[in-house]
C-alpha cells in the first residue's frame, strides 16, 4: 500500500493544496493502520470488520477526538483509491466513529482582552511593540497564530487596513483590521528595521519578507507566540489559560455578539463549512436576556 500512500499524499499537495505538514498527518496516520493491517496489505483486500478492529484498537492508547481524525485521515484515502478506481467498495463507508461532545470554545470577556492587549509594557518587555502588535493583529482578525508567523510585510497594507491571510490548504483571503491595530503595527515597523540591521551586522542572510521578527531577526514561530501571549495572560490576570486560539474564539464571539452575521464570520476565520462556525454562537445568558428585554415588547418593563 506504499505506493498508493505516496500517490494520496502527492495529490493532497497538489491538487488539494493541503500545507506539508497536513499532508505528513495523513500519511502517519495511513501508515498505522498499513502496519496493522501487516506486511504491505491490498487496498482492494480491505475490509469494513479490518477497519472497525483498527479503530477499536485505537481506543486504548488515544482520546477520542484522535480516533476520530484516523478515521478522517482514512476516510479522505479510500475515497481517494476508488475515484481513482483502484479500489471497487469503500471498506470505512459503513464504519462509525467516536461520539464527541459538543466542544464550546473558550474564549475572553471584552475587559479580559483589553487587559491582555495591554499587558505588554516598555518597561520590563523587550518587544513590547512586537507583542502589542500581534496582540492587536490577533484579535482585529481572528486569524490562527500559524497564518500571523506566516505573514509577511507584503501582506499588510496600512492605508486599506486590510491584511491577506493565507489559510488552510495555502486557501487566500482578506481580512480588515482596525485603527488600533494599524497604530501598533506602525509603532512596531521601527522595532522590526533594527532587528533586521542586526542580523546583517552579524553575517546572517536579512529576513526581508516576514512581518514578525524575533530577536535574532529571523521569523518568529508560532510556538513563540504562543508563549508570549500565555505569559501576558498570566500578567494580566486572566483566569482561564490565555492562547492566540482564545483570542480567535473571542474575535469571533464579540463579532456575533454585536450582531454580525454567521456568514461573514465564517468568511473572516476562513472556514469551509458553516457548521465549523456554528459552534461560536455560545453567546452568554446575561447577553442573550438583556437583547430579549431591549427588544420584545412583551418583556419591556418585566421586572428583574
Not at 221 to 234: F, N, T
Not at 244 to 251: G, K, T
Amino acid at each position: 500500500m506504499t505506493a498508493q500512500i505516496e500517490r494520496f499524499v502527492t495529490w493532497l499537495l497538489v491538487e488539494k493544496g493541503y500545507s506539508p505538514h497536513t499532508a505528513d498527518s495523513y500519511r502517519r496516520d495511513i501508515v498505522e493502520f498499513s502496519r496493522f493491517c501487516g506486511e504491505e496489505p491490498d487496498p482492494a483486500a480491505i475490509t469494513a470488520d479490518r477497519v472497525q478492529d483498527f479503530v477499536g484498537s485505537l481506543y486504548a492508547v488515544n482520546a477520542s477526538a484522535s480516533v476520530a481524525r484516523k478515521l478522517s485521515a482514512l476516510r479522505t484515502f479510500f475515497r481517494f483509491l476508488r475515484r481513482e478506481k483502484i479500489i471497487a467498495a469503500d471498506p470505512v463507508a459503513g464504519v462509525a466513529g467516536p461520539k464527541l461532545g459538543h466542544h464550546i470554545p473558550s474564549f475572553l470577556t471584552v475587559d479580559e482582552v483589553f487587559a491582555l492587549l495591554e499587558a505588554p509594557v516598555a518597561a520590563t518587555d523587550r518587544f513590547w511593540r512586537r507583542d502589542r502588535a500581534i496582540l492587536e493583529l490577533l484579535y482585529a482578525t481572528g486569524m490562527r497564530v500559524s497564518e500571523l508567523a506566516g505573514c509577511n510585510l507584503d501582506d499588510i497594507d496600512l492605508a486599506a487596513e486590510m491584511v491577506r491571510v493565507r489559510g488552510k490548504g495555502n486557501k487566500e483571503r482578506l481580512i480588515p483590521f482596525g485603527r488600533a491595530a494599524t497604530e501598533a503595527l506602525e509603532r512596531y515597523r521601527p522595532e522590526r528595521d533594527s532587528l533586521m540591521a542586526a542580523r546583517i551586522q552579524r553575517g546572517r542572510p536579512p529576513e526581508r519578507e516576514a512581518l514578525f521578527l524575533n530577536g535574532q531577526g529571523g521569523r518568529l514561530s508560532a510556538r513563540s507566540v504562543e508563549r508570549s501571549i500565555q505569559l501576558y495572560g498570566l500578567r494580566a490576570g486572566i483566569g482561564v489559560e490565555v492562547t492566540p486560539h482564545a483570542l480567535r474564539h473571542s474575535f469571533a464571539t464579540h463579532l456575533l455578539e454585536m450582531g454580525a452575521d454567521l456568514r461573514t464570520v465564517q468568511e473572516l476565520l476562513g472556514h469551509v463549512s458553516l457548521s465549523t462556525t456554528q459552534k461560536y454562537t455560545h453567546l452568554n445568558i446575561d447577553h442573550l436576556a438583556k437583547v430579549y428585554d431591549e427588544a420584545h415588547p412583551q418583556a419591556r418593563g418585566r421586572s428583574r
